[in-house]
């Protein structure tokens, strides 16, 4: 399972809101570019980024910080980038500027033509992004609730052809709660495509969760708020979703976590490239009969 650290954008610097709410700030650093290399340091694969003002704005606010990311980045491990994107325009400058995925949120729920579009002209780039709460889909930044239902507007963008689907329970989004596990598994089952638990993932009891619906299709996860607060070290959780994703595949069932171990972070840019390669091909699964993200 891939664990994502987050870089939720505001003003230039790097944030964490609690459900959505831009007024209910916490300023994690003043400098997202240097954010960005600790996160490669302790072993990240990817990259989640979000332009929370771009959301709200419905146009790009952030750019010059996701400019300096990507250059710190220099190219080591993918982005994934949301927020404010609502134009073929805007999905072809930021992919053109080294952004390996879109992710479409709003935009994909009011204009699903684009949606469309930007499926075909940029196949395999293109992440949607299903924001919700109480099954129901959520837009403009979290600030309206719609009366769409997650599963329905789901199976049509993968009809689309979106590359995966980040699904976010905004009810629990930085409120250090646990993550909605049902849920994404749920969404995840009806799916052929990759699904992305975000919102709420607290502990690494989470993380083992997670990594227990991973055959669900739940490929991977955004960690926000529990990494900055220090609840949640995320080298040893990589590690830990590595080890159950191995296990469960080769030697069954293991012991639960309980932190005693140490790891070895040499070899975390040494699986950087597979891990990535891996996600982006994402294979396609048989439906079974019966979930940060853009926002």
């Known amino acids: 399972m891939l664990l994502i650290p987050a870089i939720d954008l505001k003003d230039g610097r790097c944030v964490r809101l609690k459900q959505g709410d831009m007024d209910d700030v916490t300023v994690f650093s003043d400098d997202p570019a240097a954010m960005a290399r600790t996160w490669i340091e302790q072993g990240a694969r ?35 980038l949301g927020g404010g994107i609502r134009d073929l325009d805007t999905i072809e400058r930021y992919l053109d500027g080294g952004i390996s995925y879109v992710i479409i949120g709003t935009a994909a729920v009011k204009n699903p033509g684009l949606l469309q579009d930007a499926c075909s002209a940029f196949p395999g780039q293109i992440i949607v992004g299903i924001d919700a709460r109480d099954g129901k889909v959520a837009t403009d930044g979290w600030s309206k609730l719609t009366g769409h239902d997650v599963l329905d507007l789901a199976r049509k963008f993968e009809d689309y052809g979106v590359e995966a689907v980040i699904y976010t329970d905004i009810g629990r989004d930085g409120m250090l709660t646990g993550v909605n596990v049902d849920a994404t598994a749920r969404l995840a089952r009806e ?4 699904v992305f638990a975000s919102g709420g993932v607290a502990s690494m009891d989470d993380i083992e969760q997670l990594c227990a619906s991973e055959s669900d299709g739940v490929e991977g996860a955004i960690l926000g708020r529990a990494l ?16 159950l994703g191995g296990t469960r595949e080769d030697l069954g069932e293991v012991a639960p976590f309980d932190g005693a171990y140490e790891v070895d972070a040499s070899n975390g840019s040494e699986e950087a490239d597979e891990t990535g390669e891996a996600v982006q091909a994402a294979r396609p699964r048989e439906p079974a009969v019966d979930g940060g993200a853009e926002r």
């Not at 799916?191 to 990759?194: D, E, G, Q």
Request: charged share 30%; net charge positive.
């Open 46 to 80: 990817r990259l989640h980024l979000v332009d929370l003002n771009g959301a709200v704005a419905g146009r790009p606010r952030n750019e010059s910080a996701i400019r300096a990311i990507v250059r710190e980045l220099a190219d080591r491990i993918p982005v994934q």
């Open 191 to 194: 799916l052929r495509i990759p």
């Open 228 to 243: 900055y607060e220090g609840v949640l070290d995320f080298r040893l959780a990589q590690a830990r979703a590595d080890e």
